[in-house]
T-cell receptor, first 113, second 111 residues
Framework: NAGVTQTPKFQVLKTGQSMTLQCAQD?????MSWYRQDPGMGLRLIHY???????DQGEVPNGYNVSRSTTEDFPLRLLSAAPSQTSVYFC????????????FGPGTRLTVT | TQLLEQSPQFLSIQEGENLTVYCNSS?????LQWYRQEPGEGPVLLVT?????EVKKLKRLTFQFGDARKDSSLHITAAQPGDTGLYLC???????????FGKGTKLTVNP
C-alpha cells in the first residue's frame, strides 16, 4: 500500500493564481482531512470529509474549496492564492469510529509571493 | 474552543538523558493521541490512549492519560538521537471527526 500520497511536494504561486493540491489514499478510509501547519500555530484543520459526496468546514476554511467524488481522492483547491496561504499542507485519512487515528501524507510546501 | 497546551515548546538534551513532555487542557477528551513528526515529513501516530489513568509503553516511550482525561504525558527513557523530532498531542471527542492538536514539543537529542 502507498498509504496517503500528496502532489506536488513543493509549489510556488503568485498572488491571485489558482491551483489544486492533490491527495489520494489506498486504504479505503472513509474519513479524509486537510490541515495546514504554520510555525508556532500547530496543525489546523481546513476541511474534512466523512465519505464520498460529504464535506465540511474545519477551523480555517476561508480561501479553500474541497470536493470528494471518490473514496480515494480529496483535492484541495485554492481559487485565488494569497501570501497568508503560504504554509505546509498535510492531507490525512482514517477509519471512522470512536477514535480517528490519522494517517498523514508527506505534505506540500506552498509559497505564495 | 478546546485547546491543548504542550510544554515545553522546545527541549534540547544529551543522549542518555530522560525527559517528560506534557499535554494539558481544561477540556475532557475521550481519547488522546501522540504523533511524532520528522523534518520534511508528515506526523506519524505513536499511540492512542482512551481510558483515564491508562499507561502505554512503546519501547523507551511511556504514555499516560490523566485520570480526569484532561491531560497526558510522554516520558522518554535514555533518549537517543533518533528520538529527535516534533511531538504532537491530539485530543478527540467521542464520535467527533475533528481532532484538536497541540502546537507541539520540538525535541533535539544531541549525541
Amino acid at each position: 500500500n502507498a498509504g496517503v500520497t500528496q502532489t506536488p511536494k513543493f509549489q510556488v504561486l503568485k498572488t491571485g493564481q489558482s491551483m489544486t493540491l492533490q491527495c489520494a489514499q489506498d486504504m479505503n478510509h472513509e474519513y479524509m482531512s486537510w490541515y495546514r501547519q504554520d510555525p508556532g500555530m500547530g496543525l489546523r484543520l481546513i476541511h474534512y470529509s466523512v465519505g464520498a459526496g460529504i464535506t465540511d468546514q474545519g477551523e480555517v476554511p476561508n480561501g479553500y474549496n474541497v470536493s470528494r467524488s471518490t473514496t480515494e481522492d480529496f483535492p484541495l483547491r485554492l481559487l485565488s492564492a494569497a501570501p497568508s496561504q503560504t504554509s505546509v499542507y498535510f492531507c490525512a485519512s482514517s477509519y471512522r469510529g470512536e477514535v480517528f487515528e490519522q494517517y498523514f501524507g508527506p505534505g506540500t510546501r506552498l509559497t505564495v509571493t | 474552543t478546546q485547546l491543548l497546551e504542550q510544554s515545553p515548546q522546545f527541549l534540547s538534551i544529551q543522549e542518555g538523558e530522560n525527559l517528560t513532555v506534557y499535554c494539558n487542557s481544561s477540556s475532557v477528551f475521550s481519547s488522546l493521541q501522540w504523533y511524532r513528526q520528522e523534518p520534511g515529513e508528515g506526523p506519524v501516530l505513536l499511540v492512542t490512549v482512551v481510558t483515564g489513568g491508562e499507561v502505554k509503553k512503546l519501547k523507551r516511550l511511556t504514555f499516560q492519560f490523566g485520570d480526569a482525561r484532561k491531560d497526558s504525558s510522554l516520558h522518554i527513557t535514555a533518549a537517543q538521537p533518533g528520538d529527535t523530532g516534533l511531538y504532537l498531542c491530539a485530543g478527540g471527542q467521542g464520535g467527533s471527526e475533528k481532532l484538536v492538536f497541540g502546537k507541539g514539543t520540538k525535541l533535539t537529542v544531541n549525541p
